[in-house]
Nanobody
Framework: QVQLVESGGGLVQAGGSLRLSCAAS????????MGWFRQAPGKEREFVAA????????YYADGAKGRFTISRDNAKNTLYLQMNSLKPEDTAVYYC????????????????????WGQGTQVTVSS
């Protein structure tokens, strides 16, 4: 079993920055990859970014490219999402997720292929 705990959410003005963290614990952590997803009220959960745990290959949704940076600290079993130039439309609950098995690059954005999920952290961007 893998436990994921997100932190770092909050209220920020448009144009501001936040850094989300996701601490992983439980059995020996050997996920293939981890990702960030978000869900705004009344909308479906959507992919934000993902990173392979060993190599560090990164994948981004179009809306995240150039503004968000995903990274990980293998020694600390911690995933990060640095979010800059935040917009009101970035307001959502942000979830981290862990994927145990290899998948295609397209599969990195598929929430149904992730095996473990955190409880989420709220990000609110005011205009």
């Amino acid at each position: 079993q893998v436990q994921l705990v997100e932190s770092g959410g909050g209220l920020v003005q448009a144009g501001g920055s936040l850094r989300l963290s996701c601490a992983a614990s439980g059995r020996t952590f050997s996920s293939y990859a981890m990702g960030w997803f978000r869900q705004a009220p009344g909308k479906e959960r959507e992919f934000v970014a993902a990173i392979t745990w060993r190599v560090g290959s990164t994948y981004y949704a179009d809306g995240a490219k150039g503004r968000f940076t995903i990274s990980r600290d293998n020694a600390k079993n911690t995933l990060y999402l640095q979010m800059n130039s935040l917009k009101p439309e970035d307001t959502a609950v942000y979830y981290c997720a862990a994927k145990l098995y290899v998948t295609t690059p397209q599969g990195m954005a598929a929430s149904q292929l992730y095996d473990y999920w955190g409880q989420g952290t709220q990000v609110t961007v005011s205009s």
